[in-house]
């Protein structure tokens, strides 16, 4: 098994909108409103249509549900839907005050995208498991996203 670079995400946030404490912890919803992509094989837009619901545990562990829609400069659309975990640190809460900037390897912020389009000529994302790297920045993130392959 072999990680290869697909693309670079980098979406931009509403502020937080708090749910409050619930059954299975803190929820927090973040509003997608734009972004951009590009990789080797993919590039373009993330549309203003997906949001970023977290639901921190007692432990700083936030857990990811996202759910975005990439639009590429061909005019492809492709589903995104990702889970992941992201472990708050001081580094972490830092960034979100914009006191600093996050980097990749801060903490652990790892996702799991999964790609779904009807467009013949990305159809090949259907197939593709990926991972990705991420990094919280003010009101935006970054992700580095990987392809699984058999390499």
């Known amino acids: 098994m072999k990680l290869e670079p697909l693309m670079t ?7 937080s909108v708090e749910v409050g404490e619930g059954p299975s912890g803190n929820r927090i919803i973040f509003d997608v409103t734009g972004g951009h992509f590009e990789g080797e094989k993919l590039k373009g837009k993330i549309l203003a249509s997906g949001a970023d619901w977290i639901i921190m545990d007692s432990d700083g562990v936030g857990h990811l549900d996202v ?21 708050f640190n001081e580094k972490i809460s830092e960034s979100q005050a914009g006191t600093r900037q996050a980097e990749f390897g801060d903490t652990y912020f790892v996702t799991q995208p999964r790609f779904e389009t009807g467009d013949e000529r990305y159809k090949w994302l259907n197939r593709t498991m990926a991972v990705a790297e991420g990094r919280p920045l003010k009101n935006a993130v970054e992700y580095q996203v990987y392809e699984v392959t058999n390499g």
Not at 9 to 14: C, E, G, H, S, V
Not at 69 to 82: C, E, K, P, S
Request: charge should be negative; proline fraction near 0%; aromatic fraction near 14%.
């Open 67 to 87: 759910r975005i829609t990439l639009q590429t400069d061909d005019g492809a659309n492709i589903y995104v839907q990702y889970y992941g975990v992201l472990v």
């Open 9 to 15: 995400m980098y979406a931009d946030l509403k502020d």
